[in-house]
């Protein structure tokens, strides 16, 4: 049969150990890529969600803007409309005493 010298075992050992080796860090690499493949999934689906908060946020503000455009715009008619009405009222072209015109703007500010 077959001789067997401790040169001959001590290869086989090694053989051995490396391929355990192999298969346990193959095995680790295995799970780590099946992890960060978990992972990136996660990652994208938040991304997602924020990208749409986003273009919400971005709507609703546009909204805003649009709103508060129309608003000024509403307001400056109003303005002419009241100085249109007071241009010809005779109340509204009389001179006010200074101290009552004073009163009037620190009530405005």
Known sequence: MFKLSKVNIASIALIIIGFA?????GY????EKKQLQKDK?????????LE??????????????????QDAMSIKQLQEQIKDALK????????MPSNISDWMRS???
Do not use: H, M, P, W
């Open 88 to 95: 010809n009222n005779q109340c509204a072209n009389d001179f």
């Open 41 to 49: 999934a996660e990652l994208s689906k938040e991304i997602e969600q």
């Open 28 to 31: 680790n690499n295995y799970q």
């Open 52 to 69: 749409q908060n986003i273009a919400k946020n971005n709507q609703i503000i546009a909204q805003r803007e649009q709103e508060k455009a």
């Open 21 to 25: 080796f192999t298969v346990y860090f």
């Open 107 to 109: 009530g405005k500010n």
